[in-house]
């Protein structure tokens, strides 16, 4: 395992995604390896105060309350079916509840999971924006203009950026670094507003929830 490897995998090693042959693999390295054993307590470090600093999304709390309100109305329906159920023939009954149940349950349970990834993909790209804020040196190369820091990127991604918006006079582009999202690199272009730096990551999707939606 390479120190880029060890890199890309220390926030999953740390939040125990990981396997367990990977998670020794990573043990044994950061012990030998003295520059990626000084980063695996900072790393940590700093996750932990930008984990503290983020704000509290509603959208879970909400979904729990709707949960919570549609319970009694459910309540009430298998009661009127109790009522009926010893004129019915069990077989029948029972597929009737299967047929009907299953779609329901299915959907909260795959909406919920859907909710709960896409959140905690907002929090991953809330906490790298803070980590560019956070840096000492954010950019590794400073805009000469956008025909120099795409081209830049060649070479050290395994994918080509696609970015529609060069910078203006509003929102200059600042530069550009290699960062990395999750288990993979990113692509992340620095741009401003006024005194306030904006942060544009660009990565493969593949396997992430993100909501689908066309380029145009």
């Known amino acids: 395992m390479t120190c880029d490897d060890v890199r890309t995998r220390l926030l999953d090693y740390q939040r125990g995604r990981l396997p367990l042959p990977a998670q020794a693999e990573m043990r044994t390295h950061l012990d030998a390896c003295g520059a990626c054993g000084r980063a695996e307590p900072v790393e940590q470090e700093l996750t932990s105060v930008l984990e503290h600093r983020l704000p509290q999304y509603p959208a879970s709390l909400a979904f729990k309350r709707r949960l919570a309100a549609e319970w009694p109305a459910r309540a009430v329906e298998r009661s009127w079916w109790s009522r009926w159920r010893p004129t019915l023939v069990p077989a029948v009954a029972v597929v009737s509840v299967v047929l009907v149940v ?11 999971r859907t909710a709960s990834e896409r959140a905690s993909l907002v929090a991953e790209a809330v906490n ?15 805009s000469g203009g956008f025909h120099q820091v795409k081209p830049w990127f060649e070479g050290r991604l395994d994918f080509a950026p696609v970015v529609a918006f060069e910078g203006d006079a509003e929102f200059p582009l600042r530069g ?5 999202f999750r288990d993979r690199k990113a692509a992340v272009f620095v741009y401003a507003r006024r005194l306030h730096p904006i942060s544009l990551l660009v990565f493969r999707a593949e396997g992430l929830a993100w909501p689908p939606r066309e380029l145009t």
Not at 130 to 138: A, I
Not at 176 to 180: E, L, T
């Open 102 to 112: 299953t779609p329901i349950l299915y959907y909260e349970r795959a909406t919920s």
């Open 128 to 142: 790298d924006h803070l980590r560019v804020l956070s840096s000492q040196h954010p950019l590794d190369i400073e």
């Open 176 to 180: 550009g670094a290699v960062g990395y």
